[in-house]
């Protein structure tokens, strides 16, 4: 059982660039959400997938977008990378809104230059 | 959204000291939990306590949701219990259900 999986692991970018991060979970959640952690700082927030079949922004959403492409899967893209975008990303996962534990991958750390 | 504020923000222990985090939140939560980040940046579930207490191991954790503050102990500290120590909650009134708030974290440092 290997709960929430990110790929890849880190990643450096020219600014201009785009990539896709991929996050899928095994455990039969039905919401997932992706958040950014700068130095000194919490998690933030940046998309979420309530169910299967909708996204929503969240606190920190311009120039990501994102993709529920399945249940177990919810991808984050970058379609014009810029060095503010430098940050550690974290996929999570909750069975279920309100009352449930989340569960985190273990990050992508991306690098803009 | 919820404001967290944990303190203290950083702490430097000796090997086989005890400490106390604490996390103050500004309204009611449904949902609150202690997250462990290692030196490899992996975040790891400590507590899901969203009222009450809870042990594991060295490690304990009491909620106290009518006051809004959350204690994290840890007794006879290891080297390996270093890292940030984080606090999120779940605002059950929020537009976006399921989201976490978290705090800026407690940098704990264990020496030998």
């Known amino acids: 059982n290997a709960g929430v999986t990110q790929t890849p692991k880190f990643q450096v970018l020219k600014t201009g660039q785009s990539m896709t991060l991929q996050c899928a979970q095994d455990?039969?959640?039905?919401?997932m959400y992706w958040y950014r952690q700068d130095p000194g700082m919490g998690l933030r927030l940046i998309y979420y997938s309530a169910s299967e079949g909708t996204t929503d922004k969240g606190e920190v959403p311009n120039g990501y977008n994102v993709s529920r492409l399945n249940k177990r899967e919810f991808s984050l893209r970058l379609e014009s990378a810029a060095p503010s975008q430098t940050s550690v990303y974290f996929c999570a996962s909750v069975l279920a809104v309100m009352n449930t534990e989340a569960f985190f991958g273990q990050g992508t750390r991306l690098t803009v230059v | 959204g919820i404001q967290v504020e944990q303190s203290p923000p950083d702490l430097i222990l000796q090997e086989g000291a005890n400490s106390t985090l604490r996390c103050n939140f500004s309204?009611?939560?449904?949902?609150l939990q202690w997250f462990h980040q290692n030196p490899w940046g992996q975040l790891i579930n400590l507590f899901y306590i969203p009222s009450g207490t809870k042990q594991n191991g060295r490690l304990s954790a009491t909620t106290v949701a009518t006051e809004r503050y959350s204690l994290l102990y840890i007794s006879s500290s290891q080297t390996t219990d270093s890292g940030v120590y984080f606090c999120a909650v779940e605002d059950w009134r929020g537009s976006t259900l399921g989201r976490l708030y978290f705090g800026r974290g407690t940098q704990l440092t264990v020496w030998p």
């Open positions: 309204d009611s939560v449904n949902n």
């Open positions: 455990m039969n959640h039905n919401s």
